[in-house]
């Protein structure tokens, strides 16, 4: 385990270390929530048009996904593993670019930006289309983006963000299969649109 934490903090200096002044802005956009706020409209609007009400229950999944991640990482593993972030380790103090956001809370184990990101580009994998090609695969390039700026940004290390990656995958995956069974069973009892293309 300390072997592990060592080349956690190591990879975490190389990649942080990195930072440079046409970087920084970007790397500090990525990780604000705001900024994708657009984003976040257009899929909203682009589901409800093509999935009418499937797009409803969709968005509901979502919502879902999202608390599971969150509360998994922020709520649970933080508050029982509390394992500093680099931004509040004593050992690292000096050594560490941090963007204009600050140093964050005070435990980053695990990224719940990770888990969330994660989690909505799986879910949105498994229940859009193959229409929506060019966006599964954005949605996946935005997450891994996203995740690599917590650690540029000073407030993950990679392992905080790999797990919460693999938390936000894991959720995902199993709610599109629940929604799925729901979507079937609510078209079994005629409450959705059958004929929608899905």
């Known amino acids: 385990m300390e072997y592990m934490n060592q080349l956690d903090t190591q990879l975490f200096m190389l990649i942080n ?103 909505l580009a799986t879910f949105l994998y498994f229940v859009l289309n193959k229409k929506f090609k060019i966006l599964k695969y954005w949605l996946f390039l935005w997450a891994i983006l996203v995740g690599y700026s917590r650690i540029y940004n000073g407030v993950h290390y990679p392992g905080d963000v790999l797990v919460g990656s693999f938390i936000g995958v894991a959720y995902g995956y199993l709610m599109a299969k629940v929604y799925f069974k729901t979507n079937a069973y609510l078209e079994k009892k005629g409450k959705l649109d059958t004929q929608t293309n899905i």
């Open 17 to 119: 270390g990195s930072h440079n002044a046409f970087f920084d802005p970007i790397m500090f956009w990525l990780s604000d929530k705001l900024i994708w706020i657009p984003m976040y409209l257009l899929i909203i609007f682009v589901m409800i048009r093509r999935y009418k009400m499937r797009g409803v229950l969709m968005l509901l999944f979502i919502g879902i996904v999202i608390a599971l991640c969150d509360q998994t990482a922020s709520g649970f593993l933080k508050n029982t593993v509390q394992r500093l972030r680099p931004s509040h380790e004593p050992a690292l103090a000096g050594l560490i670019h941090l963007s204009k956001a600050g140093t964050g809370g005070l435990y980053g184990f695990a990224s719940s930006h990770a888990a969330n990101v994660f989690g």
